[in-house]
């Protein structure tokens, strides 16, 4: 059986587990509040002409010692919800049960949203650019494939935002997770779509990674974007109720100053483009008629010198290490087999799933801040006062509730989750402190390789004791996987030989930072990265550490201890309190 085959088989059953757990849902009107209305168009087929743009690529091909972050990993890393190869959606998914054939200027919403651009796809949604002529501005609308099981994760997707929006407004880190505007049915030639609309954000992180060229974002500016998502993880655990599960640099994104003037910028080229093209004409209408299949992303505002780009930044870190090999302990453990079996542990493949950064990743890219909201501090602009979201709630789950055990990102994913024990909102906080890592020295903290005699759980692990630790016994012991990992004895099965490199060494040896300086970011990872889930720091815990703490005088209440944190290291079924 071909790898292709073994990967199908996997998402497959994973697919299927996951519905298992889902609960029933008999419609969206059911859930919304009076906004779910269905429009119906006119169903047409498809015109053969039809337009393709290039596909959107922000930034250029990695270093060859940075990180591998293309659309072609496999599904167990689950970068990218785009197959290998394939630059934009398969023409023939449009069809009953697959997607709506959008065209330009097609209304949705009675026409309330009139759609001008298509910004990017997944395997459950295409989401477009559009103009809300009720409020007078632009949105990001996301129309979902049309089958039942697509609309039923929407709908739970649709749950979880709304309850995001209501929860508690006044909390300062609802200002710091994505906005669900609006939501509703469309009713086309392949069936009844779930649409969600959000507001539109800019490019997400790992943009702001590649721009400094993997190596390392300036300390003030992360220290920023820290403190805001650790208020935003605070807001979703303990006013939602809501676990994130997917937490990485790719779904970070963020925030635009002027969404006007970048979506105007984007008519411009439009416009450009088109009188450049042999019989083309900018003034002639555009052909509405047409199904458009080709991404265009937003522009980059800076290429017509209208926002100070962080292209214009000068590419420099606080923290720069001799070598950037992708992984902290990767280069430096010889037992790595270049040639080993690349196949995924425990068949665990993540299922790609659409996400509502679709709408502000890769897609609503490359969009810079203002000069205005960004004064000088670093090469003439102050991205100390950068603003981000956290998006993606596809993948999401409630404290109570636990929608599958296979969440994460490979290189973010915490140690209960491959051991395959219990888990709850404190694996989000072991993701955080990969992730700032990562912000901080382009480098993953754990990217785990499989070798001839051993798969990436076992390498991924190992990387996890070399830097914090042996496991202790009765967490080496604590989830169904344990047995496959770990001898009776709590030692690794087919890893013996591990190279102990602490958190603050490594920070200081390889990353060149002062004594105090590794000793006080250490201190602020290493209660992220505790083994014992239960004992693992709270984000609101963190708000107080004094890596950052000097930010911001944002009221917040005083200490949240984990046990405080409804369902933080299990899935809290009985826990009334959370059930919203």
């Known amino acids: 059986m071909d790898k292709t085959k073994k990967s199908a088989i996997a998402k497959a059953k994973s697919a299927v587990q996951s519905a298992k757990k889902r609960k029933k849902h008999d419609s969206l009107a059911k859930i919304s509040t009076g906004s779910t209305q269905s429009s119906t168009t006119a169903a047409s087929s498809p015109a053969s002409s039809i337009l ?91 129309v979902v494939r049309s089958a039942t099981h697509y609309t039923e994760t929407a709908v739970d997707e649709i749950k979880l935002c709304q309850r995001i929006t209501r929860a508690n407004p006044d909390h300062p880190g609802h200002a710091h997770v994505v906005n669900l505007l609006d939501q509703f049915e469309h009713t086309g030639p392949n069936g009844r779509h779930v649409c969600m609309v959000f507001e539109v954000l800019g490019e997400n992180l790992l943009g702001l990674i ?42 970070v994104l963020i925030a635009i100053d002027d969404v006007e003037a970048v979506a105007t910028l984007a008519a411009t080229q439009t416009a450009e483009e088109m009188a450049r093209t042999p019989g083309g004409n900018a003034r002639r209408r555009p052909r509405y008629s047409r199904i458009i299949t080709g991404s265009q992303p937003l522009p980059s505002p800076a290429a017509n010198t209208l926002r100070t780009s962080f292209l214009d930044l000068p590419v420099r870190s606080d923290l720069e290490g001799e070598s950037r090999a992708g992984s902290t302990m990767a280069q430096e453990r010889q037992r790595l087999d270049p040639e080993g079996d690349t196949s995924m542990s425990h068949a665990r493949a993540t299922l790609t799933k659409q996400r509502t950064a679709d709408v502000i990743t890769d897609h609503v890219s490359n969009i810079s801040l203002t000069r205005e909201s960004n004064r000088a501090a670093v090469g003439g602009v102050d991205l100390s006062k950068i603003t981000v979201k956290i998006a993606d709630l596809g993948n999401a789950c409630w404290t109570h509730h636990h929608f599958t055990n296979d969440i994460q990102t490979r290189q973010y994913r915490a140690p209960e989750v491959i051991l395959g024990a219990k888990w709850g909102a404190s694996a989000d906080l072991w993701s955080m402190a990969c ?10 903290l754990f990217d785990p390789k499989a070798g001839k005699s051993y798969d990436k759980d076992d390498d991924h692990v190992a990387q996890m004791e070399e ?54 970011l250490a201190d602020f990872l290493t209660p992220m990265l505790n083994i014992h889930p239960h004992e693992r720091a709270t984000a609101r815990k963190q708000l107080d550490n004094p890596w950052v703490a000097d930010l911001e005088s944002v009221q917040l209440d005083g200490y949240v201890e984990q046990d405080k944190v409804s369902g933080w290291s299990h899935e809290a079924k009985g826990d009334a309190a959370t059930k919203r």
């Open 210 to 251: 590649k721009r400094y060229e993997h190596r390392g974002i300036p300390t003030p500016v992360v220290k920023q974007i820290t403190w805001q998502i650790l208020l935003a993880l605070d807001y979703l655990h303990r006013e939602c109720g809501i676990i994130h599960t997917d937490l990485k640099p790719e779904n």
């Open 52 to 142: 393709h743009h290039p596909t959107y690529n922000a930034a250029a091909p990695a270093p060859k010692w940075a990180p591998s972050r293309s659309a072609t990993q496999t599904e167990d890393e689950g970068h990218s919800e785009e197959s290998a190869g394939e630059e934009e959606e398969d023409f023939e998914d449009y069809c009953p049960g697959g997607y709506h054939p959008v065209k330009l200027g097609e209304a949705f919403k009675e026409g309330r949203y009139i759609t001008t651009r298509k910004l990017g796809w997944g395997h459950f949604s295409t989401v477009w650019l559009a103009k809300d002529t009720q409020e007078n501005r632009h949105v990001a609308l996301k």
């Open 435 to 444: 992730m700032v890592f990562e912000l901080l020295t382009g480098d993953y």
């Open 467 to 520: 830097l914090l630790g042996r496991f202790p016994k009765h967490i080496a012991h604590s989830g169904k996987f344990s047995g496959d990992l770990f001898n009776k004895k709590g030692q690794l099965r087919k890893i013996e030989k591990l190279n102990l490199w602490p958190l603050q060494e490594v920070l200081r040896d390889k990353y060149h930072l002062s004594e105090e300086e590794a000793r006080q």
